[in-house]
């Protein structure tokens, strides 16, 4: 038996029943036992968990014994890696089941090829029994017919291609030590697979494409009711990254959708994309936000409360810091203020630079020239002006812990919600931070100073991915 069939048998033989991880994108390659490849071209996958992508290298240009020879060798690797995350990730917590809503395709809540909506549900107990946290998944957008139609051919897009079994951790773990305010609450994560944060109304019967992203909010928050979040006394909205987004601007709905009488809470997670140029001067990510609003006909269904006050220009009620302003439920944001995916998105996206001078920069802060750093300086500037415009530094219902990190997404895993290598701001990890506010034990808000004065933040991971 060769080196990679044995390290794939040990690893499932250690999980029998358990071959779950946080990235199932991640899984499912491990489970193919193949790089996947569209166009001839390597994929890069898209989750705030990242494969290690330098794994994968083309050795075309290697001659064909060599080539070989060094294909088997990056294959054990990359199964040797999948061993090690799987068997890491079953130490964070319990593989939940999925649950398909296949009711919700009558009413027209369909993912974009047209399956069913899908969420994880794992019950809640004792204390925390009619406590209820809906935490939403990110994974980007897509802004056309082409990208879309792309996104429909994987589990961001389809339900028919998500695994059916998924690790809960962090915000969502059921372990006491690791998570003593929530453990024991409903704790439910939602797929995530229209494209549009949960806010598209469309249809495109020329392509068979789906953004009814709404609808699937609405469905999934109905199918929760009927299944005891109706008798919720505490109710918690969140999400990473796009879902993040999604908590922002779906979190006056969620508080309307539940009775008078329970508490809500929203909690956004990278979330907070702001509104600012490009290294080019130009506006990509104001345009790109107008194609996913345009395509997905989301207007409608964004807040009202920022949509009135937008004039001609109600799409841009996709950047929080437009739609916090009137917000009226509770918030509170987990960001880095040097947020990978808006440095490389935002700030220095490839299409503003066609000269690649920002590439080693985007990957690592590290490597930046002192004129790079200048740059990224000025924008942790104007992300923070945009959190105070926002009413977060001085509203008595809002809530942030904004660290120096060059991070993206930190509620998710136990390694940065709450362990001895969780970042810290103020003496306080995210964890802590966030339950002393949901429970008003104090009334909080970190704000960590200049990057690189912290040295509790992770390793910078750079070959993490561009999509959020």
Same mark, same amino acid.
């Given at each position: ?5 044995? =390290?794939?048998? =040990? ?5 029998? !029943? ?21 166009? *001839? ?23 064909? $014994?060599?080539?070989? +020879? ?6 054990? =690797? ?27 395709? @009558? ?21 925390? %029994? ?13 802004? !056309? ?6 996104? /429909? ?6 339900? $028919?291609?998500?695994? /059916? ?38 249809? !495109? #019967? ?14 999934? %928050? ?26 922002? =601007? ?14 809500? /809470?929203?909690?956004?997670? @990278?979330?907070?994309? +702001?509104?600012?140029? &490009? ?73 503003? &630079?066609?000269?690649?001078?920002? /590439? ?54 136990? +390694? ?8 810290? %701001?103020?003496?306080?990890? +995210?964890?802590?931070?966030?339950? &002393? ?5 104090? #009334?909080?808000?970190?704000? &960590?100073?200049?990057?690189?004065? *912290? ?14």
């Amino acid at each position: 038996m060769d080196f990679t069939s044995t =390290l794939w048998q =040990l690893s499932w033989h250690a999980l029998p !029943d358990e071959a779950y991880i946080w990235n199932q994108r991640w899984l499912r390659l491990c489970q193919n036992h193949h790089t996947p490849t569209r166009n *001839n071209k390597k994929l890069l996958f898209t989750s705030s968990t990242k494969p290690p992508h330098r794994l994968f290298r083309s050795a075309a240009a290697q001659p064909s $014994k060599s080539r070989m +020879i060094s294909a088997r060798f990056r294959q054990g =690797l990359s199964l040797l890696a999948c061993v090690l995350t799987i068997l890491s990730l079953k130490a964070e917590g319990a593989s939940v089941g999925i649950t398909y809503l296949q009711d919700a395709v @009558a009413k027209g809540a369909v993912c974009l090829d047209g399956s069913p909506p899908a969420y994880h549900f794992d019950k809640g107990s004792g204390t925390g %029994v009619n406590n209820w946290i809906v935490h939403i998944e990110g994974g980007g957008w897509c802004e !056309d017919v082409e990208t879309c139609l792309s996104r /429909k051919k994987t589990d961001l897009g389809s339900s $028919k291609l998500m695994v /059916k079994q998924f690790g809960f951790s962090g915000l969502l773990s059921g372990q006491q030590k690791s998570n003593p305010d929530f453990y024991n609450w409903n704790r439910i994560k939602v797929r995530y697979c229209d494209g549009s944060s949960f806010t598209g109304d469309a249809v !495109d #019967p020329a392509n068979n494409l789906f953004f009814r992203g709404h609808r699937i909010f609405e469905a999934i %928050v109905a199918d929760l009711l009927a299944k005891g979040m109706k008798n919720a006394k505490n109710a918690i909205l969140s999400g990473c990254s796009a879902g993040g987004l999604a908590a922002i =601007l779906k979190c006056d709905r969620f508080r309307d959708l539940l009775p008078a009488t329970t508490k809500v /809470k929203c909690l956004s997670d @990278a979330g907070f994309f +702001i509104h600012a140029k &490009d290294v080019s001067g130009g506006q990509h990510i104001e345009n790109f936000y107008s194609k996913v609003a345009k395509l997905h006909g989301s207007v409608k269904n964004l807040p009202a409360s920022c949509t009135s006050r937008m004039g001609a220009r109600p799409e841009l009620c996709f950047f929080p810091q437009y739609v916090v302003q009137t917000m009226k439920t509770p918030i509170f944001f987990v960001n880095s203020a040097y947020d990978s995916w808006q440095i490389k998105n935002i700030l220095a996206p490839s299409a503003a &630079d066609k000269s690649k001078a920002w /590439k080693d920069c985007k990957l690592d802060l590290k490597k930046c020239t002192p004129a790079q750093l200048k740059v990224i300086q000025d924008f942790r500037t104007t992300f923070l002006l945009a959190i105070n415009r926002a009413g977060v530094l001085t509203s008595p219902t809002k809530g942030m812990f904004i660290d120096s990190c060059y991070a993206h997404c930190q509620i998710g895993r136990q +390694i940065t919600w709450s362990s001895d290598s969780s970042p810290v %701001v103020g003496n306080t990890k +995210i964890a802590k931070a966030f339950g &002393d506010w949901y429970y008003e034990r104090s #009334p909080l808000r970190k704000l &960590d100073c200049p990057y690189p004065c *912290n040295p509790t933040c992770p390793k910078v991971d750079s070959e993490s991915g561009l999509d959020g």
